[in-house]
């Protein structure tokens, strides 16, 4: 089992950037595909990105297309989002995720074994 722990969220104005981090416990953490989520007030949780064991495939949303981008590092158990040119309509709780399927990356909340307890991200306009 895997446990999960985001950080980097904050108060942030339209137009700027911020990067998450997710540390994850536990010696097997290179044997996950990892995502990111986010949950508005009211919306259901929606897929941001993902990534493969080794980092080298990656799947975004469209929406986040070209301004995020996702990482990890295998050394440090951690897998990193980087968000550029942020957008108001983009505040929300941002989770990450491990998927056992190491040979997938996903889009699907059902995919994901194991869930961080998110960290809040607010962009003001």
């Known amino acids: 089992q895997v446990q999960l722990v985001e950080s980097g969220g904050g108060l942030v104005q339209a137009g700027g950037s911020l990067r998450l981090s997710c540390a994850a416990s536990?010696?097997?953490?290179?044997?996950?595909?990892m995502g990111w989520f986010r949950q508005a007030p009211g919306q259901e949780r929606e897929f941001v990105a993902a990534?493969?064991?080794?980092?080298?495939?990656?799947y975004y949303a469209d929406a986040v297309k070209g301004r995020f981008t996702i990482s990890r590092d295998n050394v440090k158990n951690t897998v990193y989002l980087q968000m550029n040119s942020l957008k108001s309509e983009e505040t929300a709780v941002y989770y990450c995720?491990?998927?056992?399927?190491?040979?997938?990356?996903?889009?699907?909340?059902?995919?994901?074994?194991?869930w961080g307890q998110g960290t809040q991200v607010t962009v003001s306009s």
């Open positions: 536990g010696p097997t953490f290179s044997r996950y595909s």
């Open positions: 995720a491990a998927n056992r399927d190491m040979f997938a990356i996903s889009s699907r909340t059902t995919a994901y074994n194991y």
């Open positions: 990534i493969n064991l080794t980092g080298g495939r990656t």
